[in-house]
Every structure is written in structure tokens, then in C-alpha cells.
Nanobody, 125 residues
Framework: QVQLVESGGGLVQPGGSLRITCVAS????????MAWYRQAPGQEREMVAR????????DYKDAVKGRFTISRDNDKNTVSLEMNSLKPEDTALYHC??????????????????WGPGTQVTVSA
């Protein structure tokens, strides 16, 4: 059974930092590039960052470049997102999942068939 469990979110002031982590199980972690996604109220889910299996190929949404850092630990089946200089527009429910191929059309379905509960990040004074 596929499980993705995110943690580490919370309330932080603008300019603050958070590190969120996802533990994956139920599928072969080293078969998949991984990604972090986020969904703000009233908006579609978007991809924030992705990392290849080896960790050598990384990309970010333009809005978070220079502020967020994605990493993975293939021994522990975890993927993390270090978020610095947080802005109110970063407020969202953050999920990790495998990298969803473009032909899926959007980020509502996952090739591994499951989403975790997500972790809420709220940036507010």
C-alpha cells in the first residue's frame, strides 16, 4: 500500500523558514523522481520543486528559485523541502509525490495512485 506522509509545516512569519519532510513507502522509491506540490485555497495544485532519483537533476518553480531547496535520502525513502525567506503567497497545503508526467494533464492524479494528507504551511504576520 502506497503511503506518503508529510510533516513539518506550521505558521511562520514572512521572511521565516521551515523544513518539510515526506516519508514514502509502498513503492520502489529509487524508481521515481520525486516532487513537492502545493495547493492554495481556490487554486489548482502546482508543482514547486522536483528532484531526480540520483538527486543530481533538480528544478524549481520560478517563484521559489533561490529560496527553496529540495533534497532526498534514498536510504530513508524521504524527500525534504527547505523553505527560506517565506512569503505570504507561499501559504498552501504542501504534498510530496512522485514526479507526475506531463501527459497526466494536471496534478490531481498520481502514477502511484495515492496522495498523503499534506502539511499546511501558513505565512502570516
Amino acid at each position: 500500500q502506497v503511503q506518503l506522509v508529510e510533516s513539518g509545516g506550521g505558521l511562520v512569519q514572512p521572511g521565516g523558514s521551515l523544513r518539510i519532510t515526506c516519508v514514502a513507502s509502498g513503492f520502489l522509491f529509487t524508481d521515481w523522481s520525486m516532487a513537492w506540490y502545493r495547493q492554495a485555497p481556490g487554486q489548482e495544485r502546482e508543482m514547486v520543486a522536483r528532484v531526480s532519483v540520483s538527486g543530481s537533476d533538480i528544478d524549481y518553480k520560478d517563484a521559489v528559485k533561490g529560496r527553496f531547496t529540495i533534497s532526498r535520502d534514498n536510504d530513508k525513502n524521504t524527500v525534504s523541502l527547505e523553505m527560506n525567506s517565506l512569503k505570504p503567497e507561499d501559504t498552501a497545503l504542501y504534498h510530496c509525490n512522485v514526479l507526475i508526467p506531463p501527459f497526466y494533464g494536471d496534478y490531481t492524479r498520481s502514477p502511484v495512485g495515492s496522495w498523503g494528507p499534506g502539511t499546511q504551511v501558513t505565512v502570516s504576520a
